[in-house]
């Protein structure tokens, strides 16, 4: 397969990696500060997709309690603080994904990862798991004027890895990407093992994966034409 003018691009969280774990610690860690007991991962799972404060929400309504935007704020800071010094403690990629960044790369496929975690933070992920040198270009949240669902920001990163939008690919796991795929008008691969609370399915993308082992094949169904 013809991979030397391809571009792949990923998300992030649930995609590539499972960061539930110390998403979840940092949680815990804010929520804390306002007196409150920890949740399980699994409480916090179904969340992760939307961002920080959206679980930070959540586990303030899991323990009824309300607080002003100016409180909010205050855990939000401290759920960075401490999630920038524990961003890989627990986080591992999923099953077969090293294997595949490194075939894909050896292929000559241009790697590139589209993500609404923040550019430094996606970047200490990646490097502390050792998969940074893969990527030619890794995007955040904050590195172009727009995020996901934008389309802007697909097709940045894109560009930014050195590609061509007629011969790229979105590999997500939840609505946000496949919305930003379909906006860009760039074909998806969906994983259905991430944060999504739907089914992945329910979304529409153009191939839907269970295990990394199938990549190969959906790839040959989606990438255009040389």
Avoid at 185 to 213: E, W
Wanted: charged share 20%; with cysteine.
């Amino acid at each position: 397969m013809q991979l030397s003018d391809a571009t792949i691009v990923f998300d992030l969280d649930g995609t590539l990696v499972d960061t539930a774990p110390d998403l979840a610690a940092a949680t815990n860690h804010a929520l804390a500060a306002a007196g409150l007991e920890p949740m399980a991962v699994a409480e916090l799972r179904p969340f992760i997709g939307y961002g920080s404060r959206v679980m930070l929400a959540a586990g303030l309504r899991h323990h009824h309690r309300s607080l002003s935007d100016r409180e909010l704020d205050g855990l939000h800071e401290r759920f960075f603080a401490f999630y920038a010094n524990h961003v890989a403690v627990s986080s591992r990629p999923y099953a077969g994904v090293r294997e595949l960044l490194e075939s894909l790369h050896q292929a000559g496929a241009r790697l590139a990862v589209c993500s609404n975690k923040y550019e430094y933070l996606s970047k200490a992920l990646l490097d502390q798991l050792g998969l940074a040198p893969l990527f030619g270009s890794i995007a955040g949240r904050d590195t172009f004027p727009t995020c996901k669902p934008d389309p802007g920001h697909l097709t940045g990163t894109i560009l930014r890895a050195g590609g061509r939008l007629e011969r790229a690919v979105m590999v997500g796991d939840s609505e946000v990407d496949i919305a930003t795929a379909k906006a860009a008008k760039v074909p998806s691969i969906a994983v259905s093992f991430g944060y999504t609370p739907r089914p992945v399915r329910d979304f529409a993308p153009d191939v839907v994966i269970d295990d990394y082992r199938e990549f190969m094949g959906a790839l040959t169904k989606v990438l255009p034409a040389a």
